[in-house]
């Protein structure tokens, strides 16, 4: 099975509050793209694409090494990953079986979080995503902020990259969607075509670096891993 991985790393990060695109901004010295690249090879996936900024390719290309291809992204996450999918295909290029779509932004997800993504397509799924429970009481408020009602959270979940697709799958999913849709992730893209999305446990270490707080944390689980070793 020939597995490859698109990471979304277009966005600006403006609630990180960097002055650069949030895949650039440093984890220990390096960039969160870089983190993110290398927990995919480690995982199993044999090729990357990187979707950037086009602003900002030789800064990309400066902190991946030479083997990652990069693609000018999109202005919306659903445009950039379209971009890497197209990328995927073409004259002299082998058709990977199977895609895992990635964001830049989890840049610790564990090898064995990329693994059981992947052994799932190899078992047979069209779609897989690693998922979380959901560990806090969940309620739904009106305009005022008052509580309307409490959702019962054993059949919810927290949905994680990256997310593992059949590759003929997904690019049948991403031609029917119309041009101007905006949808957060790729299981809502090939949900809308009408595939099943199965589930594979997540991992609290592929946490997303959103807000300074979350960068901080990560920066921590290093420490830790450091200290563990
Ligand atoms: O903004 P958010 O953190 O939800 O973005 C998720 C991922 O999608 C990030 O890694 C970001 O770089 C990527 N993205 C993208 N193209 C965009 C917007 C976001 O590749 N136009």
Known sequence: MHAAAIVAAAGSGSRLGADRPKALVPLAGRPLVAWAVEGLLAGGVAEVVVTVPAAERAAFAAALPGT????????????????????????????????LVHD???PLTPPEAVARVLAALAAGAQAVVPVLPVVDTTVVVDDDGVVTAAVPRAPLRRVQTPQGFDRATLVAAYAALDDAAELTDDAAVVRSAGIPVGTVPGDERAAKITVPHDLALAGLQLADLQVAR
Request: glycine letters at 14%; a positive charge.
């Open 68 to 99: 990652i291809r990069l693609v000018d992204g999109g202005p919306t996450r659903t445009a950039s990953v379209r971009a890497g999918l197209a990328a995927l295909t073409g004259p002299g290029r082998t058709a990977p079986d199977v895609v």
């Open 104 to 106: 830049a932004a989890r």
